[in-house]
């Protein structure tokens, strides 16, 4: 009875390590094909016409390189484009007169510098909202900071345990036409 129950055992063990796919691809079972997405193509080493070698200077870009941007668009358009973009068709200046991309106002950049730069006043009502978003169940007690230190101030000059009194909060104050 032993015998056979051990040999089960032994088994079950066994087709459970084989059915562990990382058990298999330690042990040199698995497949491990390559990532095709991170492969990059490179153009094809070449003899320079004139034999006359010059040592790579760091930081500059491979003259055979093809930059990604006009590869992707040799990929979507079929033919070389020119890196400079072509004069836009009728049909694309009237879409961007009638969307009102013609009237930009030049100084725009200013604009929006000058206005992120200015204060941003956000409503406290949204701001406690947020932070109390899963409401009073699992919200402690906040300390009013100023009070504390107040009433540890006093109590080190009157030679009091700091644990002496009641710690002062801050209590979350119903407002709103809902009470919210």
Sequence with gaps: MSHSRS?????????SMAACS???ED??????????????????????PDYGLHPPRPGVARPQAIETDQQASEALFGAKVPKKAQAPSKGETALLEASGATK???????????ESSQKVVASSHLVQ?????????ERGTIVDAA???ERLKKAKEGNQSVT?????VIE????????L
């Design 7 to 15: 040999f089960f055992l032994l088994g079950v063990a066994a087709i």
């Design 22 to 24: 990382e058990l298999r």
């Design 27 to 48: 042990l040199g079972f698995g497949r491990n094909p390559p990532d095709e997405f991170a492969v990059v193509e490179r153009p094809p080493l070449s003899m320079p």
């Design 104 to 114: 930009v106002d030049p100084n725009i950049r200013e604009i929006v510098d000058r």
């Design 129 to 137: 909202r947020l932070i109390n978003w899963n409401g009073d169940k």
């Design 147 to 149: 009070a504390e230190a």
């Design 164 to 168: 002496s009194g009641a710690t002062p």
């Design 172 to 179: 979350k104050q119903k407002s709103g036409w809902l009470g």
